[in-house]
């Protein structure tokens, strides 16, 4: 059973430290997702990648967010430096996307929470 | 613009009972897609159902079924027979059919509780 994995599930740190954290996608899909859901504000998507290249981070605050695809196996969310309001789930969810194709159904990972004190 | 409106945020039931999770659309694009997700109280969220805008067919899955309905821009789903097991928040979505555009536009969810 194919599942989408996070590293780590539980993250506290304190203001100003650099927060990694790690998806892996399953197998053969090629496109991620990373959102942010926290009660007021629901689930955002930040950003998303296709084959490994950014298609839309319009929702991720540039200043201290980046996303990276380093390979096919590996996404990576980085804040520096955090903040008390980063305090939230952070969810990857990867997609089989093919030209042509519409099956785009989005399978999630357990998420990380993150605190930031 | 697009929307989605879940405007029940908390349903309370008694098992067995079922309960219906209303969701509502907006979009002036004619071809489209909407989910379903549950989200248990583990956190994870799991994938449900994804209808396309040309399929108008009720569907049934053991105890889920979805009623789209493109006259209200309506995409109900109905719990028949509620289990404890049941007690999740519940997300509708949409997509858009625009070139590579994959975004997924969130309602905020409704979160059911389903009590012995």
């Known amino acids: 059973d194919a599942r989408v994995t996070q590293t780590p599930r539980h993250k506290v740190t304190e203001m100003g430290q650099e927060v990694t954290m790690r998806c892996q996608p399953i197998l053969g899909h090629n496109t991620v997702f990373w959102y942010r859901q926290t009660m007021m504000q629901g689930l955002e998507l930040l950003a998303y990648f296709r084959n490994r290249a950014p298609l839309d981070d319009s929702g991720m605050p540039k200043d201290r967010f980046s996303a990276e695809m380093p390979d096919a196996t590996l996404a990576t969310l980085k804040i520096q430096p955090s903040e008390p309001r980063d305090s939230a789930v952070y969810f990857c969810?990867?997609?089989?996307?093919?030209?042509?194709?519409?099956?785009?159904?989005?399978?999630f990972g357990p998420g990380t929470r993150l605190t930031v004190l | 613009a697009q929307k989605v409106t879940q405007a029940q945020t908390e349903i309370s039931v008694v098992e067995k009972e079922d309960v219906t999770l209303d969701c509502v659309y907006e979009?002036?694009?004619?071809?489209?897609?909407l989910f379903w997700y549950k989200q248990p109280p583990s956190g994870e969220l799991v994938f449900l159902i994804r209808r396309n805008s040309f399929d108008e067919q009720n569907e049934i899955s053991g105890r889920y079924s979805w009623n789209f309905q493109k006259s209200t821009s309506s995409f109900n789903f109905t719990i028949t027979a509620s289990q404890v097991v049941d007690s999740a928040v519940y997300f509708c979505?949409?997509?858009?059919?625009?070139?590579?555009?994959?975004?997924?536009?969130w309602g905020l969810g409704t979160s059911l509780a389903v009590n012995p």
């Open positions: 969810a990867s997609a089989p996307i093919r030209t042509g194709e519409e099956t785009d159904t989005q399978y």
């Open positions: 979505a949409l997509r858009i059919n625009a070139g590579n555009n994959r975004k997924l536009i």
């Open positions: 979009t002036r694009d004619t071809t489209y897609y």
